[in-house]
């Protein structure tokens, strides 16, 4: 302690708010550092493997997809969604959009809830998948950010199933929801 003999108080209360500021800041970096990167990427389809098929309703299914590791994150911010690859009836390619009601706090994997329609090109890819066969996926997609706290509240409208990518905002709202 001979080292503050002769400082005065606010020599040493500078010096105590710099180590703060330093320990502080190095929390915050390593922190940051520690979250783990997500498994999308924005450009290229990415495979994954579906490990859970579970019927809801006669033509809703909620399908469990697997991440690289149990610890992996999909990496999909709150009201972004991601775009899914398959094949209709004849075979040709579909891309559509859809928002999974997983959050990053899932680890390992995660879900879509899909609703089936008769005619719909790709609820017949759905409709055919199987445990252990792979879904083409990329994203994050979409120009909406939110950012949790951002507003005490918001309305939206949803119709059908649209009504997915609400659940993931961690806020009061007030949903006009319409359904057949």
Known sequence: MDFLQGRSVETMVAVAVAVVAVAVGGALLLRRSKRPKGCLDPENFKKFKLVEKTQISHNVAKFRFALPTPTSVLGLP????????????????VIKPYTP??????????????????????????REMKVGDYMSVKGPKGRFKYQVGQVRAFGMLA???????MFQVKTKFKALYCSQ
């Not at 009201?79 to 004849?90: E, F, L, M, P, V």
């Not at 995660?110 to 017949?124: N, T």
């Not at 119709?159 to 990518?165: A, D, R």
């Open 101 to 126: 009601t997983t959050l990053d706090s899932d680890l390992g994997n995660f879900q879509l809830v899909i609703k089936m329609y008769p005619q719909g090109r790709m609820s017949h890819h759905f």
């Open 159 to 165: 119709g059908g199933s649209g009504i997915t990518p």
């Open 78 to 93: 709150i009201g972004q969604h991601i775009s899914c690859r398959g094949q209709d009836a004849t075979g040709e390619e």
